[in-house]
């Protein structure tokens, strides 16, 4: 079972524009966090936002966190052809025993 | 520092046959988790070990089990494999229980033909 479900499945922009992808969740949560996944290998950590936050940022990214709509968006500002990749969301599921992973968000940036 | 290793990255096997994945967290690390990555989807939560004790568990039939050894290490050995199995197989580490921040390693892909 997945805890998050992304949005848009798929997103194809070109470089230097915005790209902006959303994740819903059904249950309370601790924080959220968004992960980056390049050609089907391992996954790199980007950005956690605990539940009692709204906004953070790093670097060209972006989170919000709504948990009254249970959602979550990440933001990517002036995208790069680097920044091609898939992207989920996971939450918490176990007090820190059970990190469950969203569907995924695939960007391809065109050059 | 080295990051998290799985071994081997690469296995073909053939359906019924058993097969063991191996994880080497980041030196420091006590939890260990597995993930199942079909192509396409999301990876889905099959185990964590903490201390050396299953701590958390997915979704998964009784032919998947894990242990996590005293050096924190982890073999997921996964028996009478179907062709559905077929999947790359995700390791990751955290420093404590998890639940913020994981460590993956590249992963193993099996194929079961």
């Known amino acids: 079972s997945q805890q998050g479900e992304e949005d848009p499945q798929a997103l194809s922009i070109q470089e230097g524009e915005n790209a902006t992808m959303n994740c819903s969740y059904k249950?309370?949560?601790?924080?959220l966090q968004w992960y980056r996944q390049n050609s089907g290998r391992g996954l790199v950590h980007l950005i956690l936002?605990?539940?009692?936050?709204r906004e953070k940022h790093s670097g060209r990214l972006r989170v919000t966190l709504d948990t009254s709509k249970k959602s979550s968006s990440l933001l990517i500002t002036a995208s790069r052809a680097a920044d091609t990749a898939s992207y989920f969301c996971?939450?918490?599921?176990?007090?820190?025993?059970?990190?469950?992973f969203g569907a995924g968000t695939r960007l391809f940036v065109k050059a | 520092d080295a990051g998290v290793t799985q071994s081997p990255t690469h296995l073909i096997k053939t359906r019924g046959q058993h097969v063991t994945l191996r994880c080497s967290p980041i030196?420091?690390?006590?939890?260990v988790s597995w993930y199942q990555q079909v192509l396409g989807q999301g990876p889905q939560f099959i185990f964590q070990?903490?201390?050396?004790?299953?701590?958390g568990r997915g979704n998964f039939p009784d032919r998947f089990s894990a242990r996590q050894f005293p050096n924190y290490s982890s073999e997921l050995n996964v028996n009478a494999l179907l062709l559905g199995d077929s999947a790359l197989y995700l390791c990751?580490?955290?420093?404590?229980?998890?639940?913020?921040?994981?460590?993956f390693g590249s992963g193993t892909q099996l194929s079961v033909l």
């Open positions: 990751a580490s955290s420093p404590d229980r998890g639940g913020e921040k994981l460590f």
């Open positions: 996971a939450t918490d599921m176990g007090g820190g025993f059970k990190t469950i």
């Open positions: 249950t309370s949560i601790n924080n």
């Open positions: 030196s420091g690390h006590k939890s």
């Open positions: 070990y903490y201390e050396k004790e299953e701590r």
């Open positions: 936002i605990r539940s009692n936050e």
